[in-house]
């Protein structure tokens, strides 16, 4: 019967686990990055808009989350108009038009979201290099 040396894959699997382990952090930073880019491009895009919607943009913000449980973990981004500023209650408005008013939507979030999508896989991509670089993999 050969002798099989399994010591680099038990290694290899101990390194992977330490990947997982250390990516949380790195993630956090590429959702904190992109949300703050997908603020940013949603204010401006308000800015230009019609002056009657000159406090709106200041409404705009984000908010992330991380909860961490027996099941796992995920990291969250809520990016829109805040309904504490008193602008923000007529974000949706602007966002997404009015039939009643024959106001119509800007999508300034969506658009401002879709703009910043491939930044955001950049940034998942730097996140596990550097989870991998962390474990003594990169």
Do not use: C
């Not at 790195?26 to 949603?42: I, L, M, N, Q």
């Amino acid at each position: 019967m050969p002798d099989f040396d399994f010591s680099e894959l038990t290694s290899l699997a101990a390194d992977l686990g330490e990947v997982a382990a250390n990516a949380g952090p790195f993630v956090r930073s590429a959702v904190e990055v992109t949300s703050g880019r997908v603020k940013k491009d949603a204010r401006e895009a308000v800015k230009s808009g019609a002056s009657q919607w000159k406090a709106l943009p200041g409404a705009i913000d984000y908010e992330v989350t991380v909860d961490a449980g027996l099941g796992g973990s995920s990291i969250t981004s809520e990016i829109g108009y805040s309904k504490e500023r008193p602008a923000g209650r007529l974000g949706n408005l602007r966002e997404f038009g009015s039939p009643a008013k024959s106001l119509a939507p800007h999508n300034d979030l969506a658009n401002a979201l879709h703009a910043n999508e491939a930044d955001f896989e950049r940034g998942l991509s730097k996140a596990a290099e550097d989870a991998e670089k962390k474990a003594g993999l990169g």
